[in-house]
Structure formats: structure tokens, C-alpha cells
């Protein structure tokens, strides 16, 4: 159900003992990719969505850049085979002790995400940073996937 305040969509939170079967429904629905009619509304793509990434190349490596606000390090994975990256994040959400939630947005999630490259990395050279909830992976091509320069000889 979606009620508005402010002109903004706030879902409502069921209480009782439909709160948890509500709990188990968004979850499945998050986990088959299927964004909640919340999330449409709000304009997310999907469980995608709640880890925005961008992927860029250059001549010589692939960029990736994925937010992961609220994300400890420890709860990251990255894991690079020969011309893909899987990352995979969970975040956990505790509430206060003694409280109960009145509003929640914010929600602990789990998500893996493969993203394949056109040409080989270099798993030696690759770079990770967390830094102000994004997480920066350098992805260096394999040098037998470089352009490299063939210099023209005139034959005599």
C-alpha cells in the first residue's frame, strides 16, 4: 500500500503478524529482480538499483565504480576471472534496542553482480578502494589485449 506525504510515496509498514510475511514477500520480490511498485514509483530499476554502478574503459584498463553506502569492507567480495568481475555486497541494517521501527527505508540487502569485459584483465595489477561509500575496481587489460603498434618495413 502507498500513501503520500509531501507529495513523496511512503510505504506503508504493516504491523502485527503481517509484518513478517510482508518482510518475506519484498524480500522475494528483491531477490527475483522484481522492484516493488515503491520502487518503481520512486523510479528505481530494481534490486540492481540499490547498488548503482557505472563501468568505463580506456585504452588501457576498465573502471568500475559501484556505491555501497552503508557497506563494511568486511562485507564485500570481489572475485575476477579472466574477462569478468563478480562483486558481491551485503548490507546490514540493525535497528536500536528496545525500539520498534516506525518508518524504514533503509533496508539490509544482499546482491551479487557479474560484470563482463570485452577483453582480458590482468587479475595482478587489479585495484580496489572503498572511499565515502564507493568502491573504485581497477581492472587492467591483459597485455596480449592492448593495442600494440606493428612497425611497416620496406622491403630492399
Known amino acids: 500500500m502507498l500513501a503520500h506525504f509531501a507529495g513523496f510515496p511512503v510505504r506503508h509498514i504493516a504491523r502485527g503478524p503481517a509484518e513478517p510475511l510482508q518482510r518475506q514477500i519484498d524480500t522475494l520480490f528483491n531477490e527475483l529482480g522484481l522492484a516493488p511498485a515503491f520502487d518503481r514509483e520512486l523510479g528505481r530499476a530494481g534490486r540492481d538499483a540499490r ?18 553506502p552503508g557497506v563494511k569492507s ?28 516506525l518508518h524504514q527505508e533503509r533496508q539490509g540487502l544482499e546482491l551479487t553482480r557479474t560484470f563482463t569485459f ?3 584483465v590482468d587479475p595482478d595489477r587489479a585495484t580496489s578502494r572503498l572511499e565515502a561509500g564507493v568502491l573504485t575496481v581497477t581492472l587492467p587489460k591483459a597485455s596480449g589485449a592492448l593495442p600494440r603498434k606493428i612497425e611497416v618495413t620496406v622491403a630492399s
Open 51 to 68: 547498488f548503482p554502478a557505472n563501468v568505463y574503459e580506456t585504452e588501457s584498463a576498465y573502471l568500475v565504480t559501484v556505491e555501497v
Open 74 to 101: 568486511d562485507d564485500l567480495s570481489l572475485t575476477l576471472a579472466l574477462d569478468s568481475l563478480t562483486f558481491s555486497a551485503k548490507r546490514q541494517i540493525a535497528s536500536p534496542e528496545c525500539a520498534r521501527p
Open 118 to 120: 570485452a577483453t582480458p
